[in-house]
C-alpha cells in the first residue's frame, strides 16, 4: 500500500478554523468476467467475515484491538476482510489501509424478511417507507468509509431477501461511489 499525507485547511472569512490531516491511497477497481483487478492487477480474495467484538469487553473495542485485529488477518494470510452486519471504525479502517488490506465495508442493514428477524413476519419488506432508512444507512456507510483506499465493495445489507427497494438503494451508491462494486 502506497498512503500519502492530506492536509485540508477550513476557512472562514479568511481566518483558519480547522486544520485536519489524514492518509490517502490511491486505487481502481476492475471487474473483468470473474475475475477481481485492483490498480490493474488481478486479485484473488483470501479472507473472513469480522465481528468487532471481544471476550472481555464486547462490542466496546479499543483503537490498539481494533490495529490488532487487522495484524491477525494478516499474520493468518488473509486479505480480505468482510465487515459483517455493519460498518468498521475508522481505526480499523486505517489499519486496513496501511497494511495493505482490502475491505467491504457493510451497512448496518440485517435480515429484512429473514427468519431470523420475526419483526419482519410483520411488516411488508417491499413497502416504499422503508425506502429512506435503507438509503440512508448507506449513505452513512460511505461517507464514512469513502476515503479510505482499502475499502475495496460496498455490502448494501446482510442475509436480506430482494425487493426493488434494494435496486433503488444501490442506484444512490452507484451515484455517491461509482469506482466500488456493490
Not at 101 to 117: D, G, M, N, P, Y
Request: charged residues 25%.
Amino acid at each position: 500500500p502506497f498512503l500519502y499525507k492530506l492536509q485540508t485547511e477550513l476557512f472562514v472569512n479568511k481566518n483558519k478554523k480547522q486544520t485536519n490531516e489524514q492518509k490517502i491511497g490511491f486505487r481502481q477497481i476492475v471487474i473483468k468476467g470473474n475475475q477481481f483487478f485492483v490498480n490493474g492487477k488481478a486479485i484473488k480474495l483470501h479472507g473472513v467475515n469480522r465481528h468487532s467484538v471481544h471476550p472481555l469487553t464486547g462490542r466496546s473495542i479499543s483503537p490498539t484491538l481494533d490495529r490488532k485485529d487487522a495484524e491477525l488477518f494478516k499474520a493468518a494470510n488473509c486479505n480480505y476482510i468482510r465487515t459483517s452486519h455493519y460498518p468498521p471504525s475508522e481505526e480499523f479502517l486505517n489499519a486496513a489501509d496501511e497494511l495493505g488490506l482490502f475491505v467491504e465495508s457493510e451497512a448496518s442493514l440485517t435480515w429484512i424478511q429473514h427468519h431470523a428477524s420475526p419483526i419482519w413476519k410483520l411488516w411488508n419488506y417491499t413497502d416504499e417507507k422503508f425506502l429512506p432508512f435503507m438509503v440512508r444507512a448507506n449513505m452513512d456507510n460511505i461517507a464514512a468509509g469513502r476515503n479510505h483506499p482499502s475499502i475495496i465493495i460496498w455490502s448494501l445489507g446482510n442475509e436480506s431477501r430482494w425487493s426493488p427497494l434494494w435496486e433503488k438503494v444501490k442506484n444512490v451508491v452507484k451515484e455517491m461511489d461509482p469506482t466500488r462494486p456493490t
